[in-house]
């Protein structure tokens, strides 16, 4: 148990399809992040939220929309997929000022089909 | 140029041995730099930070050379839970953190 949770663990959806990741954190931070991880590439910050505000959009396509509605509660809405979108999408949350002492989620596996 | 470059290994090494392996940096403005682990299927969890004067955590050693662009890592008396992805990463500020490819380390019995 890491304190951050993600659903769904592992999610197969089509090209046309609408979905929506959640993450969860019980520890009090107040900045919550998404990475994306593709077999063999690093990690790649996609978003960053900070005390509820977007503060970081590493040019991510228009088909990944996050929302955070409060502090403890991230989403990224997918929409449209591209098989190449095929990866696992971290959540992580950490205190604002603190990114290296983030603490991951256990990832959601995304298969585009 | 990648903003941090891993030898993707494998590192394959009995239990018992030394293993150490590097990652580059780009931005030689970079102000933090750490070590994470990565278990197959899991998320990755933060192992140690790395400090000019270089520091020591067990049996885990962290160097940084900031002339040269280049943080080291060094497992002694290798276990075989030390098995595991190793990823290199580097911070410009306080909400980005910018991670290499990683670098998996096998220790057999």
């Known amino acids: 148990e890491t304190g951050v949770t993600q659903t769904p663990r592992h999610l197969v959806m089509g090209m046309t399809n609408k979905k929506s990741l959640k993450c969860e954190q019980h520890?009090?931070?107040?900045?919550m992040y998404w990475y994306k991880q593709s077999a063999k590439k690093p990690l790649e910050l996609m978003f960053v939220?900070?005390?509820?505000?977007?503060?970081e959009n590493n040019s991510v396509p228009s088909r990944f929309s996050p929302e955070c509605p409060n502090s403890s509660h991230l989403f990224l809405h997918l929409h449209t997929l591209q098989p190449e979108d095929s990866a696992l999408y971290l959540c992580?949350?950490?205190?604002?000022?603190?990114?290296?002492?983030?603490?991951f989620g256990q990832g959601t596996r995304l298969t585009v089909v | 140029r990648k903003e941090v470059e891993q030898d993707p290994g494998p590192f394959n090494v009995p239990e018992g041995a030394t293993v150490a392996f590097n990652c580059t940096y780009s931005?030689?403005?970079?102000?933090?730099f750490f070590w994470y682990r990565q278990d197959c299927r899991k998320e990755p969890k933060l192992l140690m930070s790395?400090?000019?004067s270089g520091n020591e955590d067990g049996r885990f050693t962290a160097q940084l050379n900031r002339a040269s662009q280049y943080i080291s890592l060094l497992i002694r008396d290798s276990k075989l839970s030390d098995s595991a992805t190793y990823l290199c990463?580097?911070?410009?500020?306080?909400?980005?953190?910018?991670f290499g490819a990683g670098t998996t380390v096998t220790v057999r019995a």
């Open positions: 992580a949350s950490s205190q604002a000022d603190r990114a290296v002492k983030a603490f």
């Open positions: 520890l009090g931070h107040n900045a």
């Open positions: 939220y900070s005390l509820e505000e977007r503060v």
């Open positions: 790395v400090y000019s």
């Open positions: 990463v580097v911070s410009p500020n306080d909400y980005k953190l910018s």
């Open positions: 931005n030689s403005a970079s102000q933090s």
